[in-house]
């Protein structure tokens, strides 16, 4: 049996549409009796008449008309899913599962994420805060797309990316006695009120054996996992904290003074990604923006 192809199929919805063999013509850019031809065989194939001539005219049947209403559903459909193919080849639709380590999960990840999604209102967004050390087994679990971590990793499967950068700063309360300092050493805070991060982040870890090693002591007197209630805390006078420069400056307006921290380690992020699969449109786009911050910041 054969079956009704889609230029017989075009050829009926135009003629329906425009009213005639000529104008139909004018709107596929073929001639007049390829028209009638396309339309003689949408006949044939269809099983029914679907106009009658009349006088030089075409008159759609009523059974032209009952068709016409059922072709006119789909390609409404159809004309929905090109539109939804053009998105998703336009990375403006999707959906994409950010995992971040604690400290840039609130203001560094969204203000990217909301430059990134604008024009794209099909487009979803999930950002999940993670320690460093699961996010690598999260990409690898497909969990996430892509991570952003502090921990670098030469896992097998795995690409690891340098996205961004800093140094470490101390975060002290309004009137501290070390706030016109230019630079803090890890001596100057002994016996001082600290407020430390519990975390798994190399950084992290690095700054209690910089402390432990040189047998200098703080009084932790709180501490947390969110830097961003470190910095609340000691705006509110409760210690002094160490912290990245990106999030002491994000919350700057607490008030509290920064000072730049004397250690050898700058803390560095990247970005996790799977090398066993390709990135969906919507990730490698966002990849894209986070590599070309990274570009203007190092040049």
Known sequence: ??????????????????????????????????????????????????????????????????????????????????????EIGESRRGYLRIGVFPA???????????????????????????????????????SIDIGISL?????????CEEIAGGELVCILPKGHRLRDHDFIKPENVYGEDFITMVSSDIDYKLI????????????????????STICHMVSQNIGMAIMMRDTAEEYAHLGYHIVPFEHQTRYRVYLVSSSERPLSAVAKGFRDILMADFERAVS
């Open 1 to 86: 049996m054969s079956k009704l192809s889609a230029k017989q199929m075009d050829a009926f919805v135009a003629v329906m549409t425009h009213g005639s063999i000529t104008a139909a013509a004018h709107h596929m850019n073929v001639s007049q009796p390829a028209i009638s031809r396309m339309l003689e065989r949408f006949e044939q194939e269809a099983g029914f008449v679907a106009f009658e001539r009349r006088k030089g005219k075409l008159n759609p049947t009523p059974e032209a008309g009952m068709f016409f209403n059922e072709v006119t559903r789909v390609y409404r459909g159809l004309n929905y899913l090109n539109e939804i193919a053009k």
């Open 104 to 142: 840039f999960s609130e203001g560094w990840i969204a203000q990217r994420v909301g430059r990134y999604i604008v024009g794209r209102k099909h487009l979803q967004t999930s950002v999940i805060p993670m320690a460093s050390d699961n996010i690598a087994d999260a990409v690898s679990r497909q």
């Open 151 to 159: 921990r670098h990793t030469t896992r097998e499967g795995l690409v």
């Open 208 to 227: 209690d054996e910089t402390f432990a090693t040189r047998g200098i002591s703080r009084r932790i007197c709180a501490e947390s996992t969110w830097a």
